[in-house]
């Protein structure tokens, strides 16, 4: 395993239970860290870390290992697998809660193999910051890592999420937790304010209004890819970064143009996510499929 | 007057009464005729048809006049200039009406010369549908017309808005009156949808978000240049079109170049209206402005 050639995901491996206006799905595969591997897959090793309960099925662990990610962290806790349940409407844009059954999740503390610990490319999706900082001191010499969150921590745990924001390079928000945490209702300067806490790189997730990214030298702001389809948009936030992670990993050199060319293939990978619930669409996405989106993307801004 | 370098644009020409967290400014120059010139006006001939009332100052026609725009079609009526009151609050973007007195714009009928009825590009700015009819079919031989309306007359007037869809090339709705007219949640599958009423060429504009076009040949859409200072958005939209428009008109070839190259045009120009109250900062826009951020526009989507 050549280390700069892989990637660590810390986040959720979950049963959702998902309705939208195409119909219901009950507690299919789903996840944080499970759509964010699914499209970094494509680009990068991916090892993933994080907890399963007693009654994961199996199957979904052959399907993760087929899809080729490394599940040496991925413990069995003892209770049950987190459990997501939601609801969308209308345009889909946002996601009701129904249900929330953390299960095994309350107890998590990630753990790595030491030849794991040599990874350079952390993301830390949504996950309790404390479990997300826990796992980040484990590691040796992080070159790049990623942040996601959720509104839930910014209001829960707001100490804890500032204290790790110091200790990442890329923070990626949607536009409700940048104007949360920001305090700004303009989400340019919502955008820019958040570099002040820490990370040298914000990405702001506007849905299907696109991405928004900001640095020190830089911003740069996209559409999504454009889709008449949305079936179920639960884990495009997650899918985008594993696909923008996955390239700036692969390409082992991060500067604009790579960071323009990640956030691009990134949009491409959440455009497939959205197509069919859970992974159904992204398991079986190829690095030609998406680069043929990124392609067609670049024509939708040209001018 | 070479006819293929004029535009003529119908719409109202009124007084806005506007409060926004940045202060309140009363009865100053607005309406969407007057925003649409005022971007116009840098790449073509602008010809404008509207009312007034008796107390509309004389220094705003002059203004209007030192700005280029030709005034042989604003007519004075018996009464009040259109007023408008509105309020912005938070993210500055939905305008809550608080007043609209109509005036003289209840009696509007638009009246143009001989000489331009020649006149091949025209716009249609937000007015009564049945006011933007008649003075369509008062112009001889209109090679590009675009049409701009307001949820109001979706409501009120959907079978002259409907009739009048039919006889305009490219129809300009923002999110919510696209959604409403079309009947369909997904914005691109809305936008796709109204060229069957009619036009061939449709934008959506999305405030904050950016743009959506789309043709039978093609789909366009870039966000808005990157502001972090919105103190007045009344008119954007108008101003929008007025550069789009304008910068076609001028250009006197529609294809998908100059489409393209009209929308960010339009995005520029529309970045800079938000910036004041009125027409303050459109007033003394050159078009070395609009190009400089047309170009950093570029930049921003580049990849």
């Known amino acids: 395993m050549r280390s700069f050639m892989s990637i660590i995901v810390l986040g959720t491996v979950a049963l959702d239970t998902v309705k939208t206006p195409f119909g219901i799905r009950k507690r299919m595969l789903g996840g944080s860290a499970a759509h964010f591997s699914m499209s970094c897959r494509l680009f990068t090793s991916v090892n993933l870390v994080a907890i399963i309960g007693e009654d994961f099925p199996a199957e979904h662990i052959d399907f993760l290992r087929r899809k080729g990610v490394i599940l040496t962290s991925l413990i069995k806790g003892n209770g049950r697998t987190f459990h997501w349940e939601g609801e969308y ?23 790595v193999s030491e030849e794991q610990r040599k990874i350079k490319h952390i993301f830390l999706a949504n996950v309790d910051p404390d479990i997300q900082r826990h796992l980040l001191l484990r590691m040796r010499s992080p070159s790049l890592v990623g942040l996601d969150s959720m509104n839930y921590w910014i209001h829960h745990k707001l100490r804890p999420l500032k204290r790790l924001l110091k200790m990442v390079d890329i923070y990626v928000a949607n536009d409700q937790e940048a104007k949360s945490l920001s305090g700004e209702d303009n989400l340019i300067r919502a955008a820019r304010c958040l570099r002040f806490y820490g990370p040298k790189m914000v990405l702001v997730k506007k849905g299907e209004h696109g991405v928004l990214f900001c640095s020190d030298k830089f911003i740069f702001s996209i559409p999504a890819y454009p889709t008449e389809k949305v079936v179920d948009p639960t884990g495009a936030g997650d899918t985008f970064a594993g696909a ?5 990993s692969q390409k082992g050199k991060i500067n604009a143009d790579t960071i323009r060319r990640a956030i691009a293939y990134g949009t491409a990978a959440a455009s497939f996510n959205i197509e069919d619930f859970g992974l159904k669409r992204t398991s079986r996405l190829t690095l030609k499929d998406l680069r043929g989106r990124m392609l067609r993307l670049r024509e939708c801004v040209l001018f």
């Open 244 to 248: 923008f992670m996955g390239y700036l």
């Open 89 to 111: 409407k209308g345009d889909l844009n946002t996601a009701l809660t129904l249900n929330t059954e953390l299960g095994v999740l309350s107890a998590f503390r990630p753990t």
